[in-house]
């Protein structure tokens, strides 16, 4: 049976999300794909979608609709492969108790305002150029260890070659075990 992999998009959702179908292409042979759409999950619906106005809805209430709906939708232990704002509820919904066997977050954004760290296994992944990335301080404090690509912005999980990268490394996890 194929291991459980929910993907959580970043704060575009499906709008700008088109990169998001080449995780799937590398992943849906191996892994039963679950998909959430950032803004559906945390009740976004800004009459002007500019970046701001997207941001502020998910700061204002957003993020915390939308771990609050992650909690009630997924209850069986899952592989979670979440991108940016993404990734940020994917993390908050762990530390409240979310099943997760492990999570792949790419530049999620507000995990540097936590003081804690979920009991999943984490691979966390940032640009060198991310302005949103944790500081080392951070890693050190909570015990998160990351990633930094070099040359690389907080939309690196939008790029081919990182999206091929980490698709590999998820299809590792599952192909040992199969081994």
């Known amino acids: 049976m194929a291991e459980r992999l ?3 998009s970043d704060m575009w959702g499906t709008k700008r999300g088109l990169w998001i179908a080449s995780y799937f292409g590398y992943l849906q042979q191996y892994y039963d794909i679950v998909f959430y759409d950032c ?6 619906d800004v009459p002007v979608s ?13 993020i915390d609709t939308a771990v609050a709906h992650l909690l009630k939708k997924e209850s069986v232990p899952s592989h979670y492969l979440a991108f940016s704002t993404g990734g940020t509820i994917a993390y908050k919904a762990a530390l409240k108790g ?5 999570l792949t977050a790419i530049s999620a954004t507000r995990i540097r305002m936590e003081d804690q760290k979920p009991k999943a296994t984490l691979n966390l992944i940032y640009g060198e150029l991310d302005e949103f990335k944790p500081t ?22 939008s790029d081919e070659k990182i999206i091929s990268q980490v698709s590999l490394e998820l299809l590792e996890q599952v192909t040992k075990k199969a081994v």
Request: aromatic share 10%; net charge neutral; proline share 4%.
């Open 136 to 157: 080392a301080k951070w890693s050190k404090k909570i015990g998160v260890d990351f990633a930094v690509v070099p040359n690389f912005g907080h939309h690196l999980y």
């Open 39 to 44: 803004q559906q999950l945390g009740d976004i």
């Open 6 to 8: 929910v993907v959580i």
């Open 50 to 62: 500019t970046e701001e106005n997207v941001h502020k809805a998910f700061v204002e209430g957003g």
């Open 98 to 102: 979310l099943p997760m066997k492990s």
